[in-house]
């Protein structure tokens, strides 16, 4: 049998667990598990976004857009966004960028793609964006083929980081940008007892009235404490390849903004 590097990249190794929120599962689990969480939550996702960030998750994504910085010319411009869910750091990228920014949503859940096509299509930009479901640890497009790519608030639920760190790796064009958005680590004395009452009471009880599903909201909560500090997750960047790697805090270490170039 011929081996792909594909198929590298996705085999577990027996006995191999991760952590899904809290718990230990088999690392050949966990996939499922995160996509019942999303399939469950689809319909009310960007509301839920709103209501628990209140409305902060739109400066972190802006910020996210500001260092993918689009050409406002009709110079072409591919970015993929990585699991994608709803469309809505395309969207962004594409209203900030000129004629010639076009780009691709890839996510591993219909559910997610499907809101996000109805979106895309509300703001008639189906021309623009790309809906593809597709796993980031195994990415179905050629090599060097984006300017950019980036992910935001998925990269924590991908069951092998370092494979799909690889895979954005391989995807982009030498001189083209990474970038990934993801909770952090909060440093602020004080904020942080703040922010875990929130998570951890708050939240839950959101997800339950709001979308219907506490313990998703809770695999939210506890699915960022387990995400690797930065100085770790920098680790990982340049073990794919990435280099320039750097990140930087937003809102008291809530989120942070990792970036890194293929040169
Ligand atoms: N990026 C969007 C945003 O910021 O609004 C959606 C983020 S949502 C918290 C996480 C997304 O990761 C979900 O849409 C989920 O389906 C997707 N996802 C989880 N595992 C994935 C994988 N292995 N490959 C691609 N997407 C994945």
Redesign the pocket.
């Known amino acids: 049998m011929v081996l792909l590097k594909k198929d590298y990249f996705v085999m577990p190794r027996p006995g191999e667990e991760t952590d899904f929120g809290f718990r230990r599962v088999p690392l050949a689990d966990k ?1 499922a598990l ?2 019942d969480i ?1 399939h469950s939550v689809a319909r009310r ?1 960007d509301l839920m ?1 709103d209501l628990m960030s209140g409305g902060l998750h739109r400066a972190w ?1 802006s910020a996210l857009v500001t260092a993918v910085n689009p050409p406002r010319s009709e110079r072409a411009f591919a970015l993929l ?6 469309g ?2 395309a969207f962004r990228v594409i209203g900030a960028g000129g004629a010639g920014t076009g780009a691709t949503v ?4 219909a559910e ?1 793609l499907a809101v996000g096509r109805a979106r895309a299509a509300e703001r008639g930009l189906d021309d623009a964006v790309g809906f593809v479901e ?4 195994a990415l179905p497009f050629a090599d060097r083929s984006y300017d950019a790519v980036t ?4 990269i924590r ?3 092998r980081i370092a494979a ?1 760190l690889g895979e954005a790796h391989r995807v982009l064009r030498p001189g083209g940008r990474f970038l990934c958005l993801e909770f952090s680590t909060v440093d602020v004395p004080g904020l942080d007892a703040l922010y875990d009452l929130y998570s951890f009471n708050v939240i839950p009880a959101l997800g339950r009235s709001v979308a219907g599903d506490a313990e998703a909201y809770r695999y939210l909560v506890e699915s960022i404490r387990r995400f690797p500090k930065p100085r770790a997750f920098a680790a990982m960047m340049t073990a794919a390849g990435l280099r320039r790697v750097g990140a930087r805090p937003l809102t008291g270490g809530i989120v942070a903004l990792h970036s890194g170039w293929r040169l």
Request: avoid cysteine; hydrophobic fraction near 45%; aromatic fraction near 10%.
């Open positions: 996939q995160v996509d999303f996702y976004n994504k966004d990585l699991a994608g869910g709803t809505d750091i890839a996510d591993i859940n997610m597709a796993n980031a640890e992910i935001a608030f998925g639920n991908v069951p799909a």
